[in-house]
């Protein structure tokens, strides 16, 4: 909420969003919201840039082991991952990776768009393993 507010491009833009939709209620249904782009983009943005975890998340490796990018990685492992850490990377989100900005979810298509996807799934306990 606070990077709503605090961003009158992306309240109006939300706003405006949301009266095409001509949905009159206060809470607008999943069903509705799905469709809205915007709304969506803004939801992932705001999971992004405060992922509602904190501390290292961890996964462990199945009892085979696994390889990954090349390399085997033994069975009973445990992989760390910092949420805050992946949600800031510039690789991933670009040079504006610290700013809240919505527009990154509609500006990309295809192979970028699923890597940011897999990438927001993590906080969820998604992912490999």
Excluded at 62 to 85: E, H, L, M, S, V
Excluded at 101 to 126: Q, S
Aim: glycine residues 10%.
């Amino acid at each position: 909420m606070l990077h709503i507010i605090t961003n009158p491009l992306v309240y109006s833009t939300l706003r405006a969003e949301i009266s095409k939709s001509h949905f009159s209620e206060s809470i607008i249904p999943d069903s509705i919201g799905r469709d809205l782009p915007y709304l969506q983009a803004v939801m992932k943005e705001g999971l992004r840039i405060f992922p509602p975890v904190a501390g290292l998340m961890s996964k462990q490796v199945p009892p085979q082991g696994d390889t990954w990018k090349g390399k085997f990685i033994p069975g009973g492992t445990k992989i760390g991952y910092c949420a805050w850490g992946i949600f800031r990377r510039e690789d991933i989100w670009g040079s504006d990776a610290g700013e809240f900005r919505p527009e990154r979810w509609l500006e990309i298509k295809g192979e970028k768009l699923k890597e940011m996807e897999n990438a927001l799934e993590l906080i969820f306990g998604y992912g490999r393993w």
